[in-house]
């Protein structure tokens, strides 16, 4: 077992999954849990919203273990492709929430943590206090993108198979999210239309 | 004691590098430096195996009250009956007829809802 990269010991663990073992689920989880759920909770804002997309991307890819095929996608694509799908959709529902009334904008916001720490640690949540909104302010695929690059650390290649377009239409949207994001967290962010400018990027280039 | 914090030892870039490399690099600190960015892995199975254990709590999906299941049938049943009342004209039944009609259901249901 000890030989096998981590990719090889991934597609054994899914295999073992489609075969019902649960054990299997739990060290898919310990490989790929803490990266995915950090992407989903900074693809939303919100570390709680982050932890419940995490446990629903493992619960579905324990019910679809038996359908991953390895020759298409590497397991770490495949439950990313799994993760932004539900980040969008919960963005989707938290939009029409918002817009009904039936959410606040502070409800959806970072609750603080409780907890003090040393002084570095005030420093670090400073910095991300001004990063968050800039990031939310992103257009989505901008965001998705920039975020499989900077926490989930994929290349170009993985990013454009896990978003589903292509990799030259991988790198304007990381372009235009660093000039974007360089910018705002000079300016602030400006509130820009929600509507994806960039949806035409995506949808053509493939 | 210990009234002084230690001095941070590597603080977040305060302003983000030109080079998009060096970009990535700043952002992924940022968003990880941060201790409730840190995931725990070993938390997330647990709460994962233990919705996979008890089927009622796997469904992600809100429930409806029982208010909310009774207030969809209730705006279904006046939509039936207004679009029942739009169609009696087209059915060549008089205006005078359809208001007579209304006011008898009406009066029906104000007895019902008093009984």
Redesign the interface.
């Known amino acids: 077992m000890s030989d096998l990269s981590p990719q090889d010991h991934a597609r054994t663990l899914v295999a073992a999954m489609a075969a019902g073992d649960?054990t299997a689920?739990?060290g898919l989880?310990?490989l790929y849990?803490?990266?995915i759920?950090?992407f989903a909770?900074?693809s939303l804002g919100n570390?709680a919203d982050?932890?419940?997309i995490?446990?629903?991307v493992?619960?579905r890819a324990?019910k679809q273990a038996a359908r991953y095929d390895p020759r298409k996608a590497a397991v770490s694509t495949w439950l990313y492709r799994i993760a932004v799908n539900l980040c969008i959709d919960q963005r989707r529902r938290r939009g029409v929430r918002l817009f009904l009334g039936l959410e606040t904008l502070e409800a959806a916001a970072e609750p603080p943590?409780p907890?003090p720490?040393?002084?570095?640690?005030v420093?670090?949540?400073n910095?991300?206090a001004r990063?968050t909104p800039v990031l939310e302010d992103l257009p989505d695929r901008q965001r998705m993108a920039?975020?499989l690059?900077?926490?989930a650390?994929m290349d170009t290649a993985e990013i454009a198979q896990t978003m589903g377009t292509s990799p030259g239409a991988v790198e304007q949207l990381?372009?235009r999210a660093?000039s974007r994001?360089?910018r705002d967290?000079?300016e602030g962010p400006r509130g820009h239309p929600r509507a994806d400018s960039d949806t035409k990027t995506g949808s053509t280039s493939r | 004691m210990t009234d002084r914090?230690?001095?941070?030892?590597?603080?977040?870039v305060?302003?983000?590098p030109?080079d998009?490399t060096e970009?990535?690099l700043w952002?992924?600190q940022?968003?990880?430096?941060?201790?409730?960015?840190?995931?725990?892995?070993?938390a997330?199975?647990r709460?994962?195996?233990t919705?996979?254990v008890t089927p009622a709590a796997?469904s992600?999906r809100p429930r409806l009250s029982p208010g909310g299941v009774l207030a969809g049938y209730g705006t279904l049943l006046s939509l039936g009956v207004l679009a029942g009342y739009m169609a009696l004209p087209m059915l060549g039944i008089s205006s005078e007829l359809v208001v007579l009609i209304g006011t008898v259901t009406d009066g029906l249901g104000l007895m019902g809802g008093l009984r």
């Open positions: 649960r689920l739990s989880i310990r849990g803490g990266g759920q950090a909770g900074r570390v982050g932890e419940d995490a446990q629903e493992f619960l324990w943590d907890a720490d040393a002084a570095q640690t420093e670090a949540r910095q991300l990063l920039i975020l690059r900077a926490v650390e990381l372009a660093r994001l360089r967290l000079q | 914090q230690p001095p941070a030892p590597l603080p977040p305060a302003s983000p030109g998009d970009f990535d952002l992924r940022s968003l990880s430096a941060a201790p409730e960015a840190r995931a725990d892995p070993d997330l199975s709460a994962v195996l919705r996979l796997a992600h």
